[in-house]
């Protein structure tokens, strides 16, 4: 009996050699997949622009109120070294600001001040 359970356990080894004896390489891998956040950050920032007449203005921030009655909108914008900047930018000077938005917070690229129109003067005629 001992004979015959070698004999089938031999058999079985010889017509699976691979699966007894083989060692499997393992398999090749694809590289992980980057996390959610690596890949939000991996995309490229939008920039977006906008117009409206400043507020506030410092050395780090710039507030301008767009649109105008109740549609009226207050907007915040983070300056720093890089920003760019054309014209007087000061309290009520008209505005175009070219930003990018990144996790909520809006940065400005570069202000262009408008430049301020001459005050209409009175033409009354005498007669």
Known sequence: M???????????MLAFPVASFA????????PAAPAKA???ASKKVASHATKGTVKSVSDSQLVISTGSGKAAKDETFVVNASTT???TIETGAKVQVHYTSEGGTMTATSIAASAQKAAKSSTTKKK
């Not at 001992?2 to 079985?12: E, F, S, V």
């Not at 060692?23 to 694809?30: C, E, F, N």
């Open 2 to 12: 001992r004979n015959i359970t070698k004999a089938i356990a031999i058999a079985a």
């Open 23 to 30: 060692q499997t390489a393992p398999a090749a891998t694809k």
């Open 85 to 87: 900047k054309t014209g």
């Open 38 to 40: 690596e890949k939000a």
